[in-house]
């Protein structure tokens, strides 16, 4: 029996892409894919570490391709996907390009601006609210960033312990 698959999870396979990215050049797991009429407009990961630049998150970079692509920035008509809940500065740039809807992966309950922390989306002074769906492919996305994080753990463990046996080494000689 074929398992019918959702269009959220379609598009949200397209975001985990982008995240697998961001992990193979050791950033923070995040993929995010802005969808226009069933296309994608916009693709983006998590860069921040690789360009030195603190704005190098996923949704800037795929708000940024989107509107170049559709010529405004206004993305009215859009569905962003994201495999993690938007920080602050996300979710501020997401209500700013008016994107009516967000489809999120997991949650992050240390940095998130999507019903975690706050909720920037869906703030009734704001000139724009976002409708949020929450938990597609949660389990997913929230593996990769389990696993990435317990291998930077390790790494920096083992990388400490290098250190201290060259220190320990140059005292001895």
Same mark, same amino acid.
């Given at each position: 029996?074929?398992?019918?698959?959702?269009?959220?999870?379609?598009?949200?396979?397209?975001?985990?892409?982008?995240?697998?990215?961001?992990?193979?050049?050791?950033?923070?797991?995040?993929?995010?894919? $802005?969808?226009?009429?069933?296309?994608? #407009? &916009?693709?983006?990961?998590?860069?921040?570490? @690789?360009?030195?630049? /603190? =704005?190098?998150?996923?949704?800037?970079?795929? $708000?940024?391709?989107?509107?170049?692509? #559709? &010529?405004?920035?206004?993305?009215?008509?859009? @569905?962003?996907?994201? /495999? =993690?809940?938007?920080?602050?500065?996300?979710?501020?740039?997401?209500?700013?390009?008016? #994107?009516?809807?967000?489809?999120?992966?997991?949650?992050?309950?240390?940095?998130?601006?999507?019903?975690?922390?706050?909720?920037?989306?869906?703030?009734?002074?704001?000139?724009?609210?976002?409708?949020?769906?929450?938990?597609?492919?949660?389990?997913?996305?929230?593996?990769?960033?389990?696993?990435?994080?317990?291998?930077?753990?390790?790494?920096?463990?083992?990388?400490?312990?290098?250190?201290?046996?060259?220190?320990?080494?140059?005292?001895?000689?």
């Amino acid at each position: 029996m074929a398992v019918i698959q959702s269009v959220q999870e379609k598009y949200m396979k397209e975001a985990l892409k982008q995240a697998k990215k961001a992990y193979a050049l050791g950033e923070v797991p995040i993929g995010c894919v $802005i969808v226009h009429k069933g296309v994608i #407009i &916009g693709r983006g990961y998590n860069r921040r570490n @690789t360009d030195k630049n /603190t =704005l190098s998150h996923a949704e800037i970079t795929a $708000i940024n391709k989107a509107s170049k692509k #559709i &010529g405004d920035w206004r993305l009215e008509e859009c @569905t962003l996907y994201v /495999t =993690l809940e938007p920080c602050q500065m996300c979710a501020g740039a997401i209500v700013q390009a008016r #994107i009516p809807e967000v489809v999120m992966g997991c949650m992050n309950p240390k940095a998130g601006c999507a019903g975690s922390i706050l909720n920037i989306l869906d703030m009734p002074r704001f000139n724009h609210q976002v409708a949020v769906t929450r938990g597609v492919l949660e389990q997913e996305c929230s593996e990769m960033l389990k696993t990435f994080f317990a291998e930077l753990r390790e790494r920096n463990k083992l990388e400490k312990e290098k250190k201290k046996r060259l220190e320990e080494e140059t005292v001895n000689m």
